[in-house]
Each structure stands twice: as structure tokens, then as C-alpha cells.
């Protein structure tokens, strides 16, 4: 009876971390994910690009801001080296693009553009 308990219960765990990790483009929108620190200069010129994108485009975009020192497990499985790492998700899901550094607004929605993501 234990071993079935824990076996529910680990799969409850792995389902609803699935739903609670799942990047913001799994809403069907094309996705910003921001990887950053919180001692990082050009993060912290990011967050307003971030913010405009989501209030410009809400209901098109998607933005996720990922601290890495909350979440190191993210570094690695974007192989990140410096930050800001933007990873450009489309409306499937898919990665499209990965960019290092600040990114004015007009930049990130170029980026999208040049990866087939059409922001309507």
C-alpha cells in the first residue's frame, strides 16, 4: 500500500511540475523567456523590455523571467555562459532563437520576425 501511495504520488509530483515548469509559449503565443541574475547590470535593462513587450503585445506574447540563482538547473540546460540569454520560443513551443545582452524592444520583436514568429 506504501509503495502505491508513493507511486501517486510521485506521479502527481512529475505531472504538476510539468504543468508549473512549462514555458509560457505552451499557451499557444509565441514566448520571451529572460535568463538572468540578479546582480546583472544588463538584466536589470532588460526588465523594462520585458515589461513593454508584455503590456504592447499582451495577449500575442508571452513573457518568463528566469532567475538563475533560483533555478541553476535552467543554466545548464540552456548552456548559458553569459547573461542576459534570451530564449525566443514560437507558438509550438520550439526554440527559435538565443540571443546574449540588452535588447531594445524593437530588436526583440526583429529577432522574431527574422525566426518566422509573426507577433499579430
Do not use: W
Not at 18 to 24: N, R
Not at 37 to 45: D, V
Amino acid at each position: 500500500m506504501k509503495v502505491t501511495k508513493f507511486a501517486l504520488l510521485a506521479l502527481m509530483v512529475t505531472l504538476l511540475g510539468g504543468v508549473l515548469s512549462s514555458p509560457a509559449g505552451a499557451a499557444n503565443l509565441p514566448t520571451l523567456k529572460m535568463l538572468s541574475t540578479t546582480t546583472c547590470p544588463a538584466c536589470a535593462m532588460m526588465e523594462p523590455v520585458l515589461k513593454d513587450l508584455a503590456d504592447k503585445y499582451k495577449g500575442k506574447v508571452a513573457t518568463e523571467h528566469v532567475y538563475l540563482e533560483d533555478h541553476p538547473d535552467v543554466a545548464k540546460q540552456y548552456n548559458v555562459r553569459y547573461v542576459p540569454t534570451l530564449i525566443f520560443i514560437d507558438e509550438k513551443g520550439n526554440e527559435v532563437a538565443q540571443e546574449v545582452g540588452y535588447r531594445s524592444l524593437d530588436e526583440v520583436l526583429a529577432v522574431f520576425a527574422q525566426s518566422g514568429v509573426k507577433i499579430k
